[in-house]
């Protein structure tokens, strides 16, 4: 601690390394005491820019200063360094995923039990809006009962960069943006248990990893969820669907456009039927006008600074982590039954704890 400020030491400085630092220049209660990278050239850079660098990992587990380690490297590697930063007595976050399985995940949790530091995970998409604005519609009942949700990202790029094509690494859209709208969910649904998973993997422009996936969870109660990612979408579906017994909310895009469309109670006697090419439907006849209201999506915003707010808080004032072990472990098993269920091409029973 320096000043009462909780001094980070931040291993890996890629794209999230660098975007750990602007997000940290918004908590004054934190300060970056220094970086590493095992790539020369970002240990420069990291210098160029003004951080104090460490030439090897030891030196910064060896730093007395350093209260909390934030590990942004390759996937692969998160599991060894926070074990030997906790056995040299740091605190850790872990970018996601926090490590591969659920059994190298039970071995970084007995290593926090052993020592007795926390170990978090940067789970920071609980906190985007999008995310905020289903949540509150879900939790204060706004479409009635909510049957099902639809949860997708889509891009056309293929899997970006290079090690998140390689298995070794930890690749692939399961484990790079899956453990982002799974932990959403999850987190959304408390202590709802998941009763059953079904998914598929796409390997359209890499074989060796994933480079997208559709899983359904059916949670108890009756609520399916439809989890997606795709990275040959060259038309993208909507960001959020969500569909409840008394309306409609839909997010399309990262800009919050969409709107909710519920229905006023008033009913139709009499349904004029529309003409389709091969015959007339009532059913899928569009609804007379004041049968349906559309109203705008609430608004709710999220600072992802709170993530860096609360470790600090645990560290200075013993609070509560936001993001707990028992969650992130529940949505690694449920990453692994994902995996299960697209090699069988079976219907997974979840063994849900919750
Ligand atoms: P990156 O390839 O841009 O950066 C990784 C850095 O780690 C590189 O500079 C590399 O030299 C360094 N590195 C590799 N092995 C190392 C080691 N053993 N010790 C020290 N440094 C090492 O990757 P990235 O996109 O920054 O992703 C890094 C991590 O952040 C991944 O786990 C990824 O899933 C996660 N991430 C999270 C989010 C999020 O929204 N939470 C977004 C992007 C990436």
């Known amino acids: 601690m320096r000043e009462n400020k909780v001094v980070y030491g931040l291993i890996g400085y890629g794209g999230m390394g660098r975007w750990h630092t602007e997000i940290l220049s918004n908590v004054p209660e934190a300060v970056i005491g220094g970086i590493y990278d095992i790539k020369e050239e ?34 692969d ?23 591969l399985s659920s059994t190298d995940l039970l071995e970084m949790e007995n290593a926090a039990k052993e020592t007795g530091k926390l170990l978090t995970v940067h789970q920071n998409r609980r906190w985007d809006d999008d995310f905020l604005i289903i949540k509150k519609l879900v939790e204060e009942q706004k479409l009635g009962h909510v049957f099902r949700i639809e949860s997708r990202v889509h891009g056309s790029r293929g899997i970006p960069g290079d090690w998140r094509k390689e298995k070794v690494h930890g690749g692939g859209m399961v484990l790079d943006w899956g453990v982002h709208l799974l932990d959403q969910i999850l987190y959304m649904y408390g202590d709802r248990k998941i009763e059953t998973v079904y998914a598929s993997l796409t390997n359209v422009t890499n074989q060796e990893v994933d480079d997208g996936f559709t899983a359904i969870l059916t949670f108890e109660g009756g609520t399916e969820v439809l989890v997606e990612v795709g990275t040959n979408n060259y038309i993208s579906l909507p960001r959020w669907y969500v569909l409840g017994e008394d309306g409609t909310a839909v997010i399309r895009d990262w800009q919050l456009n969409g709107e909710i469309i519920r229905k006023t109670g008033r009913t139709e006697e009499t349904v004029v039927p529309v003409k389709t090419a091969a015959g007339l439907t009532k059913t899928m006849a569009p609804r007379r006008e004041d049968t349906i209201v559309k109203e705008d999506l609430p608004k709710v915003s999220g600072d992802i600074a709170d993530f860096h707010r609360n470790v600090v808080a645990v560290i200075r004032d013993g609070a509560e982590p936001e993001i707990k072990l028992f969650q992130v472990m529940r949505v690694m098993k449920l990453m692994e039954a994902i995996f299960r269920s697209a090699e069988t091409n079976q219907v997974i029973e979840f063994q849900d704890q919750v």
């Open 77 to 99: 590697c998160h599991k060894p360094i926070a074990i030997r930063a906790m056995h040299a007595g740091k605190n850790v976050i872990s970018e996601k995923p926090v490590t």
């Open 42 to 75: 970002k240990r420069e850079e990291a210098k160029e820019k003004g951080f104090f660098v460490y030439e090897t990992e030891e030196a910064m587990l060896a730093d007395p200063d350093i209260d909390v380690v934030l590990i942004a490297t390759p996937n």
